[in-house]
C-alpha cells in the first residue's frame, strides 16, 4: 500500500491505495501547527483507525502548496512510518511537458490533477479544481500544460463577505431554494453558488472558444465542485478523487 498526501491551504487529504484502489481518505487541517511528533503519531492513529496497519505503507508521496507544514510533515511521515516521501516538484516525471511561461509558477496540486485528468481521460482536457482557489487549467491532446486560469474560490469569496461587511453573518455554503432570495442567508447562498457557476460557465467557454475546441473535455474536482458539477452542463465529469488519483499516478512513474 501507499500512502499519499494532498496538503491544500485549508486541509491535508490522505488517501491509501492498494494498487489503483483507493481503500480509505482522512484529513487534517493545515493551518494548525503540529510538530514532527504529533503528525507521525496522528497519521498512524487515524491509519489504525482506518484498518491500515504502519507495515502495510510501502510509501509515499506528497504535493504541497504550504511550505511551512513540510518540515514537521516530513520529519514525523519517516519517523512513524519508516519511509521518505516522494515530494511532487521540478525534476519529477509527469508524463507532462509545462509549456507556460515560467513552468516553476505551476503549483504542484495543479500538475497532479492535470496528470490524473489527462491520464483517466485524454486530452485535450480542462481541468477544474474547486478548492481554496478555482484553478482551470487546459492540457493539449499531446501532454502539454498549455494554460492555467486563477480565480478566487468560492470559500475566500464567502469569507470576504462575511468578514469585511460589518452586518452580514457566516452562511452555509450551498445552492439556495431559488436565485430570487427575500433574506440575508439565501442572498449570499445565491450569490456565492450562482456567482461561482456564472463565472465556471464563462471561462470554460472562453477556453473552447481561443483554443478553437468547443467539444474539450472538462473535468472537475475540489470539495466545493459537486455543488457547481450538478447545475451546469459545462462540466463533463467531476471525480472526487482525481488528486488523490494523480498522486498514486506519479508514486508509480516515479517510485524508487
Not at 496538503?7 to 491509501?16: M, Q, R, W
Not at 484502489?21 to 491509519?47: C, W
Not at 519517523?79 to 509545462?98: E, F, S
Request: hydrophobic share 40%; glycine share 10%.
Amino acid at each position: 500500500m501507499i500512502l499519499v498526501i494532498d496538503v491544500g491551504n485549508t486541509n491535508i487529504t490522505f488517501g491509501v491505495y492498494d494498487g489503483d484502489t483507493l481503500v480509505t481518505t482522512f484529513r487534517m487541517m493545515s493551518k494548525l501547527t503540529h510538530t514532527s511528533d504529533e503528525y507521525g503519531m496522528n497519521i498512524r492513529q487515524l491509519l489504525m483507525l482506518n484498518g491500515v496497519l504502519r507495515e502495510q505503507i510501502e510509501g509515499a508521496i506528497v504535493a504541497s502548496v504550504v511550505p511551512n507544514v513540510m518540515h514537521s510533515l516530513m520529519g514525523g511521515i519517516v519517523r512513524y512510518l519508516g519511509t521518505r516521501p516522494l515530494i511532487v516538484g521540478a525534476g519529477m516525471k509527469t508524463g507532462l511537458r509545462i509549456v507556460t511561461e515560467n513552468p516553476k509558477e505551476i503549483g504542484p496540486d495543479r500538475i497532479v490533477d492535470a496528470v490524473a485528468a489527462y491520464e483517466k481521460y485524454g486530452g485535450p482536457v480542462l481541468v477544474l479544481d474547486f478548492g481554496t482557489a478555482t484553478t482551470y487549467d487546459y492540457v493539449t491532446a499531446d501532454g502539454c500544460f498549455a494554460a492555467g486560469i486563477t480565480a478566487p474560490g468560492i470559500r475566500i469569496s464567502a469569507k470576504a463577505l462575511w468578514e469585511d461587511t460589518a452586518k452580514l453573518p457566516m452562511v452555509e455554503i450551498r445552492k439556495p431554494a431559488s436565485i430570487l432570495a427575500q433574506e440575508t442567508i439565501s442572498s449570499m447562498q445565491a450569490g456565492l453558488v450562482y456567482g461561482q457557476i456564472g463565472q465556471t460557465e464563462y471561462i470554460v467557454n472562453m477556453v473552447k472558444k481561443e483554443t478553437g475546441i468547443p467539444d474539450m473535455k472538462v473535468v472537475a474536482t475540489g470539495g466545493l465542485g459537486r455543488i457547481i458539477a450538478d447545475e451546469t452542463e459545462q462540466i463533463d465529469v467531476y471525480d472526487s478523487s482525481l488528486t488523490l488519483d494523480g498522486l498514486r499516478i506519479l508514486y508509480g512513474k516515479n517510485r524508487r
